[in-house]
């Protein structure tokens, strides 16, 4: 399956632009959503289940591969996507209002690099439209694995009022999440990643980790798990300073990471547009940064690895560095449907006790 897609069908939608090739993957999941009994069978065929679920904040997560924030921005497909064999979803990232994102192009394929570059700008129906509608999925189907949801600052709202924009989408989002991402890390939204920052990273994870009890609470539920998306552009100095503040408030766990905005000088003559790097590149970067948070926290904070994951040698590289989980984006594009399944498979003896 994985040589028929690459030998056919990667051939054609690669001949179209990014998002358009994007936009029909998109369409093309949707309408296979529809036919449940199709998407049953295919469930039963590619999960990948480790023998025993991965425990990791109160969780259980059938296998170790995940789709990353970005595919799923509207919560359109997600309910599909067990069916290609990923173990968890994260949809988003959804911003309080609803926004356009930049102007077109904005994704960027680099075949001989196996990267993308993009500059999305969150473009999504924002927080209110995104909740209607899972609402109106959870009626239709019971989740058969764990769904987070990505939040991130809208473009027009200052920084200074990131908070209250965060929490708005928190607020709306929360009832259909098995957890939360916050997401300060897009290099694509002007002045976002300075929320890394320990006063204004104080200041958001506090207000929403508050929220989060005190919502919790007047349910009677456990709290949700909340965690926080990274870039991979921090100094080690600046990870230590997150790590703090993360520690200090008690976050669940973190992802790490977004994609980048350095080119290194193999691939800065070729790469030249603007915006996020992800793919192959930005493997080692990544696992760098994974392996420092995990030496860092002494492995007590749970890590999801996102960066660069093509293959099982790459996967088992992020396991290596100390993630519990990966997240795959951009190795989805150039692998194809089944390459969450391959991977899964790859990591499972991980998790089953055969290593
Ligand atoms: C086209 C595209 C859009 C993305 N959009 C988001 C987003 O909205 N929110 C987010 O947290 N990450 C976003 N990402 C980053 C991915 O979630 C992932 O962290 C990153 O691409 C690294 O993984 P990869 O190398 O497997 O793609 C996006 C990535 C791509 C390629």
Redesign the pocket.
């Known amino acids: 399956m994985g040589v028929f897609y690459k030998r056919l069908l990667r051939p054609l939608l690669f001949l179209q632009e990014p998002e358009k090739a994007h936009d029909y993957g998109v369409a093309f999941l949707a309408a296979l959503g529809r036919l449940n009994r199709v998407c049953r069978i295919m469930e039963s065929w590619n999960q990948v289940s480790s023998g025993r679920p991965i425990e990791l904040f109160g969780l259980r997560f059938p296998n170790a591969v995940g789709l ?3 595919m799923d ?1 509207n919560a359109r497909i997600w309910r599909v996507l067990p069916a290609l064999g990923f173990g968890h979803v994260e949809v ?2 959804v911003t309080a209002q609803r926004q356009p994102g930049n102007p077109s192009p904005r ?1 960027f394929r680099y075949p001989e690099f196996e990267a ?1 570059v ?1 500059r ?1 700008g ?1 473009n999504n129906d924002g927080a209110e439209a995104v909740a209607k509608r899972l609402k109106l999925q959870q009626k239709q189907k019971r989740r058969s694995i764990p769904l987070g949801i ?1 939040i ?1 600052k809208t473009k027009v709202v200052p920084l200074d009022k990131a908070v209250d924009d965060y929490l708005f989408s928190f607020q709306h989002l929360a009832p259909y999440a098995d957890y939360i ?1 916050i ?1 300060v ?2 290099p694509n939204t002007p002045g976002l990643r300075e929320l890394h920052a320990k006063e204004h990273l104080s200041e958001l994870l506090g207000t929403l980790y508050t929220a989060n009890r005190s919502r919790a609470k007047k349910l009677g539920q456990p709290p949700i798990p909340l965690l926080l ?1 990274i870039s991979p552009d921090l100094s080690f100095a600046q990870v230590d300073q997150v790590l703090e503040v993360m520690t200090d408030i008690g976050l669940d766990g973190i992802i790490a ?3 980048t905005v350095e080119r290194s000088p193999r691939i800065a003559s070729t790469i030249v547009e603007s915006g ?1 790097l ?2 192959r590149p ?1 493997h080692a970067r990544s696992a760098h940064v994974i392996n420092y948070i995990y030496r860092a926290t002494g492995g007590r904070l749970p890590i999801i690895g ?4 093509h293959d099982a040698a790459s996967a088992g590289a992020t396991m290596d560095a100390g993630a519990s989980l990966v ?5 989805f594009i150039y692998e194809g449907p089944f390459f969450p399944r391959d991977i899964a498979w790859a990591l499972a003896p991980r998790h089953s006790g055969w290593l």
């Open positions: 990353a924030a970005g921005k988003g990232t994704i993308l993009n999305m969150f990505n991130g991402t997401n890390s897009s998306k990471t977004n994609t996020g992800s793919g930005l996102s960066g660069g994951i997240q795959v984006y951009t190795g």
